[in-house]
């Protein structure tokens, strides 16, 4: 019977690159789904007899890994942020899912859209940005963005805008 920690340090040497299969067409990324990761993690984690839990627990999203052989067990945590509303919680949630179980895996993947998102954009100079204008499908996916959680710094990153167009996008709940 192997120990929790050799049997993570077997799962780690086989998953490899984690593939980027999920567009963001806001941004026209790729990142990893949660949903697409689990589904590559699964052979490897039943091949170790590794148990995964991702509950939501006092106000946290939760990932556990426990051996099957020992009970023995390891997680990772993200306290959720407080809010209103149930599609921004939703994503949300699917977000720190994905992130405390990279987290806890060591996972070497990077993800273009937590970059984007969290303003860490390698972009060239402002000029060379569009404008963000009004009425336009990029200004409607912009709101669409804000209204599922986005962040405002993101869109900042990639568009140039008038005083009067991020003020209204600020005012997006």
Do not use: H
Request: with cysteine; hydrophobic share 35%; aromatic share 8%.
């Amino acid at each position: 019977m192997k120990e929790l920690n050799e049997k993570l340090f077997d799962l780690q040497q086989e998953i490899g690159t984690i593939s980027k299969d999920t567009k963001n067409p806001f941004y026209k990324s790729k990142y990893f789904d949660v949903n697409s990761l689990i589904k590559q993690l699964q052979p490897l984690l039943k091949k170790n007899r590794l148990l995964l839990l991702q509950p939501i627990e006092n106000g946290s999203v939760t990932t556990k890994i426990i051996c099957i052989d020992s009970n023995i067990g390891t997680q990772s945590s993200i306290l959720l942020p407080e809010m209103n509303d149930p599609q921004k919680l939703g994503s949300a949630i699917t977000y720190y899912r994905r992130y405390t179980l990279a987290s806890l895996l060591g996972l070497q993947a990077d993800d273009d859209d937590a970059n984007i998102a969290s303003g860490k954009v390698f972009t060239t100079k402002t000029e060379d940005k569009p404008w963000l204008n009004k009425n336009t499908p990029q200004f409607n996916k912009a709101i669409e963005y804000l209204k599922n959680g986005g962040n405002i710094s993101a869109i900042d990153a990639k568009y140039k805008m008038k005083k009067e167009i991020k003020d209204e996008l600020l005012q997006v709940n």
